[in-house]
């Protein structure tokens, strides 16, 4: 299958997510919260592991992120004793500088033994660079359909081959906000209705003395991260998707988007902040009323001990109420991984339904399985579940889910050009321009 046919089946596939030929929920990719116990399916492996080092290349090498794979290392050692994990995790939110340096590595036929990649438009990027080698034996042992969404699978299949085994699902639209600084603007914990309503509430804020409504890293990724929040919800969901397809970048509502989000940058930081974790810290610490950011977001609250609905209250990003701004990791056997029977032992343990239990509780995702019970997640990951299995999908264009790596480059470069000169009419030109030159 020809690279665009497969990025064309994979969006296909996000479509049918969204619901857009039914117009409805998603109920095929539900991962519908079960109660019971998990059920025990792996593949065969050999007892206690391969033996060897298994290098694993994450960027999840701080805070709640490192926390999360430290989860799923723990479980690793216990179950294959034989097996060494190396940690080859790269700090930088999004994998801003892990990517860069897993493709030099992939370029000199240096792979880790499994490397972390998004469901979607990012993995049809290494499979069409015939860099992954298909794990339908793993999946296959780990349940297949039985225990994972088919529409996810179809995220990660070409031509039948299924090239990595998804670890989680994250929601992008997520406004975190803290309840102490909105009151000092005399503005509620109900979610605004649209980005219209949300703006008018910073400007109180900000008339009443909040010097930063709204946080933002300077990390050009969390740029594209609010954008994409934001351009969902001046278009809707179909429309969304449909920019992925055959859906006009030079439309009124494209341009909307921009200006709003124009708007919304008046009430940010400009500096102060350079990842996610800064940004999110700043509403943790109070300096900040909201901000915009995928789930993980919630394991930082989390693990700085701050109460759910008390210290920090979140709703979907206004205007995009009803639908789930999707993204999945997900790890490979790269072609030429050092020890491939060790990886598998790792593949094998990101799928199962123990590890994947113990890791999204800590990461803030909700598994990627369907039959891991939702009991005993905490209330965020509860209304994840709950919007994962009811609302419309849309999929995260900073998080690789809906465009390759290289268009989304683009898009992220026109961004930072855009948040410096603010020209609205030559970045909608640039992201028109990106659509023509990907899709
Ligand atoms: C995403 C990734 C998440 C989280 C986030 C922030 O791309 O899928 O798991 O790590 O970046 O680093």
Redesign the pocket.
Same mark, same amino acid.
Do not use: F, I, R, Y
């Given at each position: 299958m020809r690279f665009k046919t497969a990025i064309a089946a994979g969006l296909a596939s996000m479509l049918a997510l969204a619901g857009c030929t039914g117009g409805g929920a998603a109920p095929t990719a539900a991962p519908a919260p079960t109660t019971g116990a998990p059920a025990a399916s792996e593949a065969p492996a050999t007892e206690g592991g391969a033996g060897g080092d298994v290098g694993v290349f994450?960027?999840?090498a701080e805070g709640s992120?490192k926390a /999360?794979l430290a989860e799923l290392e723990k479980q690793f050692k216990e179950k294959y004793p034989n097996d060494t994990f190396v940690n080859l995790a790269v700090a #930088? /939110? %999004? /994998? &801003?500088n892990a990517k860069a340096k897993l493709a030099a590595d992939l370029e000199n036929n240096n792979p880790p033994d499994s490397f972390?990649g998004?469901a979607g438009a990012e993995l049809f990027d290494y499979i069409s660079a015939n860099q992954l080698e298909p794990v339908n034996d793993v999946i296959e042992g780990l349940g297949a359909a039985s225990v994972f969404p088919q529409n996810l699978l179809d995220l990660i299949t070409v031509d039948g081959n299924i090239y990595s085994v998804p670890s989680?699902v994250?929601r992008s639209n997520v406004v975190w906000a803290n309840p102490a600084v909105l009151e000092q603007g005399g503005v509620g914990n109900e979610a605004p209705a649209d980005i219209d309503a949300w703006l008018a509430d910073m400007q109180k804020l900000k008339d009443a003395g909040v010097e930063t409504p709204l946080a933002v890293g300077t990390a050009p +990724?969390t740029q594209l991260h609010l954008f994409e929040s934001v351009l969902l919800a001046e278009l809707g969901t179909d429309d969304y998707n449909g920019l992925f397809t055959d859906g006009d970048w030079n439309s009124p509502k494209v341009a909307s988007a921009v200006d709003k989000y124009a708007k919304l940058l008046d009430f940010a930081n400009t500096g102060g902040a350079d990842? +996610?974790p800064q940004a999110t810290d700043m509403v943790i610490d109070g300096k900040a009323a909201y901000n915009v950011m /995928?789930d993980?977001a919630v394991a930082q609250f989390t693990e700085k001990g701050k109460t759910d609905g008390t210290d920090y209250i979140y709703y979907p990003t206004p205007g995009t109420d009803g639908t789930f701004l999707f993204? %999945?990791?997900s790890f490979t056997l790269p072609v030429g991984a050092k020890n491939p029977e060790g990886a598998k032992d790792w593949l094998n343990l990101v799928g199962s339904a123990e590890g994947q239990k113990a890791f999204n509780i800590t990461?803030g &995702?909700i598994p990627a399985r369907t039959d891991v019970p939702a009991d005993d997640f905490p209330a965020y990951q509860k209304t994840a579940m709950e919007s994962f299995s009811n609302d419309k999908i849309a999929s995260?264009i %900073?998080? #690789?889910a809906a465009t390759q790596m290289a268009w989304s480059a683009d898009m992220t470069t026109a961004l930072s050009k855009f948040v410096s000169d603010r020209d609205q009419a030559s970045f909608v030109s640039a992201l028109a321009a990106a659509a023509g030159t990907y899709r």
């Open positions: 994450t960027w999840w992120e /999360g #930088g /939110g %999004a /994998g &801003s972390q998004h989680n994250h +990724w990842d +996610w /995928g993980w993204l %999945a990791d990461k &995702s995260s %900073a998080h #690789g």
